[in-house]
């Protein structure tokens, strides 16, 4: 179709509206997800047990990994008769997914019609995994549901500044979804000289949202303050992602002019919550059951660990899955007006930014190494020390060759931030989480401080 005229192109897919091209799983999905707005507190905390008892009841019977766990732990479902019981199940890491993954996979596996899907990789490596369609048409029905409740509804203009895992578009294209009336802004538009031009597009365009991580809009926003371009009105932005940092807020609500909301989810589709119009994160407690846990596995803590089990997922089901994000229960809003607890993101969540003598910078750290076909590392951090010196932490793999790979890592970072640091690598055998408990991929207080900084300044100076 892309020979034909734009307004053609727009015609033709958009003549069959939206809910019926999602499907008729995804139509009942957000059927669902809506009427449970209207149910009480109670309600919504009875179904959300009965979903994660028939849940466990499943994997007990189905999952080879379950079979095995529950056995050695001497469990079995009629064992989990309150919500604290629960916790009895171990906490499911990253690396059991990794080591486990056939286990894990239901013995109706393809009954499901199983997705493959891999992780962000904020903090690590992509982790490949699966969820099945009904799955995906239940995540799809509750992101619909959220940007129905902020006041966005379907094909109104909407930009993305976030890569989808299959987009092939380059960083100075801005393709549109015709079908979604979406525009496409690549993450590593980002810069100073394409910042412009990212501007003309999206006044051209006229989202009325836009979906970004926080980082990248920051970083555009910056280079517009600087460039002394007027802020955009753009009426809601949606933080995805990554840590909302107050910095970050305030610099993408004056630059792109309208109220900013965050999402919290996942990949693995195990957690979602979003911002209600009062500010609270709320978790959509009829898709996810979300607990946080301290480090000394204390459940039912105030602030700890986030553990997310997806309420849905019978072709691969995580349950306890250890986000490794860090988060507060915050419990029922008083202003609140749905029946959801809310939260708070503490920790977690990358993708810190550098400050360059060019501005602040993005690092991609993992894309970086992976993209360099240097997979050598269980963990990678960065750390700045200066405006031009740049620490490589690398906890080495069994393929690691310190001969060969040191200078190559050093090469690859180099190279992706243009010769702007010195750069050392480091060669450890752990890397240290933060105080609050949370493993940091980049470090930086100079970029940090740079962002305050710049926050005081008005527009054009």
């Not at 690590?124 to 239940?138: K, N, P, T, W």
């Not at 394409?194 to 910056?222: G, I």
């Not at 999402?263 to 979602?272: D, K, L």
């Not at 501005?359 to 951090?381: C, E």
Request: hydrophobic letters at 35%; one cysteine or more; aromatic letters at 10%.
């Amino acid at each position: 179709m892309n020979f034909l005229p734009d307004g053609l192109r727009r015609l033709y897919h958009t003549a069959v509206p939206l809910p019926f091209k999602y499907g008729r799983a995804f139509r009942e999905a957000l059927a669902t997800y809506e009427a449970n707005l209207r149910c009480s507190r109670e309600e919504i905390e009875d179904l959300q047990w009965r979903l994660l008892k028939s849940l466990i009841d499943y994997c007990y019977h189905h999952v080879p990994y379950y079979k095995r766990v529950f056995a050695s732990h001497g469990l079995t479902p009629d064992d989990i008769q309150h919500r604290s019981d629960f916790g009895r199940i171990p906490v499911l890491t990253k690396e059991d997914v990794d080591r486990h993954r056939e286990e894990l996979k239901s013995d109706e596996f393809d009954k499901f019609e199983p997705i493959k899907t891999v992780t962000s990789a904020t903090t690590r490596d992509g982790l490949v995994l699966y969820r099945s369609r009904l799955v995906e048409a239940h995540r799809h029905a509750v992101v619909w549901r959220f940007y129905r409740s902020i006041g966005y509804d379907y094909r109104r203009p909407r930009a993305r500044l976030t890569t989808p895992l299959n987009s092939k578009h380059e960083p100075d294209q801005f393709p549109v979804d015709f079908s979604e009336n979406c525009l496409f802004v690549h993450p590593l538009a980002a810069t100073r000289e394409l910042a412009p031009r990212v501007y003309e597009q999206l006044q051209k365009f006229q989202p009325e949202l836009v979906l970004t991580q926080p980082s990248n809009a920051t970083m555009l926003a910056t280079y517009w303050k600087e460039q002394g371009l007027e802020p955009l009105n753009i009426p809601l932005i949606v933080s995805i992602g990554e840590m909302l940092y107050p910095e970050y807020r305030r610099i993408i609500a004056e630059y792109f002019g309208g109220v900013v909301h965050d999402y919290y989810g996942n990949r693995e589709n195990s957690a979602a919550a979003g911002t209600d119009a009062a500010g609270n994160l709320l978790i959509y407690s009829d898709y996810c059951f979300l607990e946080f846990e301290t480090n000394g596995g204390k459940q039912g803590a105030p602030q700890g660990n986030i553990i997310s089990t997806s309420l849905h997922n019978y072709a691969f089901p995580l349950l306890r899955y250890h986000t490794e994000d860090l988060g507060e229960d915050t419990g029922y809003p008083d202003d609140a007006t749905l029946p959801f607890p809310s939260m708070r993101i503490m920790g977690g969540r990358g993708k810190d930014l550098l400050l360059t003598r060019d501005g602040l910078k993005l690092p991609n750290v993992t894309s970086v190494l992976r993209h360099n076909n240097l997979n050598i590392h269980d963990r990678v951090q960065l750390e700045q020390l200066s405006i031009d010196e740049l620490v490589v932490r690398i906890v080495p793999s069994a393929a690691f060759d310190r001969k060969t790979h040191l200078k190559l890592v050093e090469e690859a970072f180099r190279t992706h931030l243009n010769d702007e640091f010195r750069v050392t690598v480091e060669v450890v055998d752990r890397i240290e989480s933060s105080e609050s408990g949370k493993y940091r991929l980049v470090i930086s207080q100079l970029a940090m401080d740079e962002l305050r900084r710049s926050l005081k300044e008005p527009a054009g100076d």
